[in-house]
């Protein structure tokens, strides 16, 4: 049986590395509520002004500036690290240079503060094509180097489909513990909310896309009964399905549209990556869509960082369950076993769309 102590007498300490507009926060302050304990942000840094603006707006904290120019030894003590490190280098957008890419070495700024501060653990977040870089190599030296910083590592390629957004991105996280511990990724799978729930019913005429452009995808996919994003891919061809596919800061305007019509409004990228409602726009359609291209699926983030805190040791043995919570499979295991790098994804929400009208 569980037993609840008196509520928020715990504080966990984190800090918010390459913080965008703050999805990672959301998420710890989400796990951190959930396990009756208060999550307290000590540091943040990000480099973009406009993210730093609204950051600031929204958490009433303007993040330091640029990693490379901050010392380790000036951040805080503190407990948890999280850190979206620069995708670029590793997506297709960034054409895959990796390390060659000088944000590449980004991941290094996030090595010496681990290896100054010590904190009790860590959770990273990037795209999926991490984990096959350079057939392997790139992740494979991110571990070897976590491993020689003093943390135990592991890793997973994680849906937002599997946490109820109607989102299919897929994205790699990598949690390390400065002691072994038990720690198991999430696991249950929440349904996928529809699409009627994102979209906004009153959109204003300047987010529908040009005549010419809407001939050209009622060309190539016929409407459909249920509301679908539609999905244009570098070759032309259109797809439509009852989620979205990933937000991309750098893709085209078009790249998806609402039922083949329209795009999608600063607020409903922001609901596809499950921020709260009451988030602030203020930044200007284009760049809200970069922000929220270049943001984390909160959900997501907040499982695994709930799964953190808890294998991490932050909170009192009367907050946890008897041990049979610490076995997966049926063992006492240090780390589930991970994803094998193009697995698909065993999702009920990767169903087929309903009948296109034109059919019936």
Same mark, same amino acid.
């Given at each position: 049986m569980k037993i609840t102590p008196k509520r928020n007498d715990i504080t966990i300490r984190y800090i918010d590395l390459f913080a965008g507009i703050g999805g990672f926060r959301y998420a710890m302050q989400d796990a951190a509520k959930e396990h009756d304990a208060i999550a307290e942000c000590v540091f943040t840094s990000e480099i973009d002004k406009e993210c730093q603006k609204v950051y600031k $707006?929204? &958490?009433? %904290? @303007?993040?330091c500036g640029d990693i490379t120019n901050i010392s380790a030894e000036s951040i805080p003590d503190h407990d948890i690290l999280l850190a979206g490190f620069p995708c670029q280098? &590793?997506?297709i957008i960034g054409h895959m240079k990796g390390f060659h890419d000088t944000r590449g070495t980004l991941f290094f700024d996030i090595v !010496?503060? @681990? %290896? %100054? $501060?010590?904190?009790?653990a860590f959770v990273l977040e990037n795209v999926k094509l991490l984990v096959g870089h350079d057939k392997g190599k790139t992740l494979k030296t991110i571990l070897e180097v976590l491993k020689d910083s003093g943390y135990h590592a592991t890793y997973k390629v994680l849906n937002a489909l599997d946490c109820g957004l109607p989102q299919k991105r897929e994205r790699v996280f990598i949690v390390g513990f400065r002691e072994p511990c038990f720690f198991s990724w999430p696991s249950d799978k929440i349904p996928m909310q529809p699409l009627s729930n994102i979209l906004e019913k009153n959109v204003p005429e300047k987010y529908f896309a040009s005549d010419h452009i809407r001939k050209k995808r009622l060309s190539k996919q016929e409407p459909t009964q249920e509301p679908t994003i539609w999905h244009e891919n570098k070759s032309g061809n259109i797809s439509a399905y009852p989620f979205s596919c990933a937000l991309r800061a750098g893709a085209s305007y078009n790249y998806l549209l609402v039922n083949g019509e329209r795009r999608l409004?600063? !607020?409903e990228m922001l609901r596809l990556q499950g921020f709260p409602e009451e988030f602030q726009i203020i930044s200007s359609y284009t760049q809200t869509r970069k922000q929220a291209g270049n943001s984390l699926p909160v959900p997501v983030a907040k499982a695994v960082i709930k799964n953190t805190i808890e294998a991490s040791g932050l909170l009192p043995a009367v907050y946890l369950y008897k041990t049979d919570k610490l076995i997966v499979d049926g063992q006492l295991r240090l780390f589930e076993k991970e994803r094998k790098y193009g697995e698909i994804s065993e999702t009920p929400n990767s169903r087929k769309i309903q009948t296109t009208l034109s059919a019936q």
């Open positions: $707006k929204n &958490f009433g %904290e @303007l993040p280098p &590793f997506s !010496r503060i @681990l %290896e %100054e $501060k010590m904190p009790t409004t600063s !607020r």
